[in-house]
C-alpha cells in the first residue's frame, strides 16, 4: 500500500505525524502499511503494558464481548467489581472510580478533593502541585500542569493550583495557607523529563499533609501498573496517598483509567461524579487480564531485570559519548544527552532501514524509554545497538 492512498486531511490536525500508517503489531513490533517493521519502545507513552495484541488482552475482549459490553454505569457489572477488588486488594485505597483517560481520572481527583474540602476544612479548595508536573488536557488538569507556556495556552485557567519544586519541601511549605486543601504530584515526572520524586521528598510530603490537615495525591498515570518495578511507584517511598490516579498501563492499550481513594477521602454524593462509558464490562475485563499478568508469579522480577539491563546498557552509551547518565524508576528511564540532538536521533530511529525503531525526546537534550513491560533481554540489547550506531550517525552528520 500507498501512503498516499490514506486520505489523511479528514483527521483534525493536532500533532506533527510522518507519512506512515501502522497496520498491525505484535509485542515490541509494529508493522506499516508498508510492511516495514519498528521496534518500539515508546508503547503509546507507557500504555501497551503487555505489548501489541498481548493474547491475554485478545482472549478478555472475545469472551467479554460475547458476555456484555455497556449496561450503563448506573449498574453493576462483574469485571468492574472484580477488576476493583484486585486494585484495592494490591494497594492502601479502599475505593475505586473507574473513567477512560489519565486526564478524566485526575480531573476526579481534582474534584473529589475539592468535595474533601468543602465537606471536612472549611471550603478550602487550593491544590499544590509541581512545576514541569503533567495531569493531562482538560482546562483543570492543564492548570494543574506545571508545563511552562501552557498557562496562556487557553487561559484564563482555572484558579487554584500554586506551583512548588519537586524534591524541595520548603516549597511546598511556603504554599500552604488556610485554603489548601491537597498536595498532588507523579511520583516519577514523566513528560517533565522522567525525575524520580525523592523517598524523603515523599515520606516529607506526607508529614506536610498530616500536619496540616490535607490529602496527598499521588498521580501514577504513566509510573503505575508495574511501570516503575512494583505495582505502584509510590510503594518505593513506603507513603500512604489518600488518593491515586491511574490510566495507561492499566488497560494495556484499551481507554481505561481509575481514580482510588481511601474511605475518609470518598465524599462524592450521587450525581457528583460519572460518564457514560465508565466502568463498562469491555475495558474492566481486559484491565483484570493485564492486572493477573502483572501480579503473577517473577512478572516483576522480570521487570526488574530488564530495567537493570536497561540502564547499565545507557549508563555505557553515556559513558562512550561524554552524555550526562541516565535516571528513572524500572522501565520508564531518559538517557541525559550532553546536545539538544534528542529529536534528531528520534527521526533517524524512525526512518532507519531495513527495520525502524520507535523511540521519544520529551526534552530536545533528552530519550525517554518505555518499552513494554515484557520486553525481552534480546530486544533491548537490539534497542542499545541500533541506539548506538544511530548516536554516532547522528553526531557525524
Not at 541525559?336 to 525526546?361: S, W
Request: net charge neutral; charged share 20%; glycine share 10%.
Amino acid at each position: 500500500m500507498e501512503f498516499s492512498q490514506f486520505n489523511v486531511n479528514t483527521l483534525m490536525d493536532i500533532t506533527s505525524r510522518p507519512d506512515l500508517v501502522f497496520v498491525s503489531g505484535k509485542g515490541s513490533w509494529l508493522e506499516d502499511h508498508a510492511g516495514k517493521r519498528y521496534l518500539d519502545f515508546v508503547q503509546g507513552w507507557a500504555v501497551n503494558t503487555l505489548g501489541h495484541s498481548a493474547p491475554e488482552m485478545q482472549r478478555a475482549l472475545i469472551e467479554q464481548s460475547q458476555k456484555l459490553m455497556n449496561p450503563s454505569p448506573a449498574f453493576y457489572n462483574i469485571p468492574s467489581i472484580e477488576l476493583a477488588q484486585r486494585l484495592t486488594g494490591a494497594s492502601c485505597f479502599d475505593r475505586v472510580f473507574f473513567a477512560n483517560s489519565g486526564g478524566e481520572a485526575n480531573e476526579g481527583a481534582i474534584k473529589l478533593a475539592r468535595k474533601w474540602g468543602q465537606v471536612k476544612k472549611n471550603g478550602a479548595y487550593k491544590i499544590i502541585t509541581m512545576n514541569h508536573g503533567f495531569h493531562g488536557r482538560t482546562l483543570a488538569t492543564m492548570s494543574a500542569s506545571g508545563k511552562p507556556g501552557w498557562d496562556k495556552m487557553f487561559a484564563p485557567q482555572v484558579e487554584g493550583f500554586p506551583k512548588a519544586e519537586l524534591n524541595d519541601l520548603e516549597s511546598v511549605k511556603k504554599l500552604i495557607d488556610d485554603k489548601t486543601v491537597a498536595i498532588m504530584l507523579e511520583p516519577v515526572q514523566g513528560e517533565g523529563g522522567v525525575i524520580p520524586a525523592t523517598r524523603e521528598f515523599m515520606q516529607g510530603l506526607r508529614k506536610l499533609a498530616d500536619e496540616n490537615q490535607l490529602l496527598l495525591i499521588v498521580d501514577e498515570v504513566q509510573t503505575g501498573m508495574g511501570r516503575t518495578g512494583k505495582m505502584f511507584a509510590y510503594q518505593h517511598s513506603d507513603v500512604t496517598p489518600d488518593i491515586m490516579t491511574l490510566a495507561k498501563g492499566i488497560g494495556g492499550g484499551v481507554p481505561l483509567a481509575a481514580l482510588l481513594a481511601r474511605q475518609d477521602a470518598c465524599v462524592f454524593s450521587h450525581g457528583d461524579q460519572g460518564g457514560t462509558y465508565n466502568g463498562n464490562p469491555l475495558t474492566t475485563a481486559v484491565g483484570v487480564a493485564v492486572f493477573d499478568a502483572l501480579a503473577a508469579p517473577g512478572f516483576m522480577d522480570a521487570v526488574n531485570a530488564r530495567a537493570k539491563q536497561l540502564s547499565e546498557g545507557l549508563l555505557a552509551l553515556s559513558a562512550k559519548y561524554g552524555m550526562k547518565g541516565e535516571r528513572g524508576q524500572g522501565l520508564l528511564r531518559a538517557l541525559i544527552m550532553d546536545r539538544d540532538d534528542g529529536p534528531a536521533i528520534v527521526e533517524a530511529a524512525r526512518n532507519q532501514n531495513p527495520q525502524g525503531l520507535l523511540l521519544n525526546a520529551p526534552r530536545p537534550n533528552l530519550l525517554r524509554f518505555m518499552p513494554a513491560l515484557n520486553v525481552t533481554a534480546e530486544e533491548i540489547d537490539l534497542m542499545l545497538t541500533q541506539l548506538d550506531a544511530l548516536i554516532a550517525q547522528v553526531r557525524k552528520a
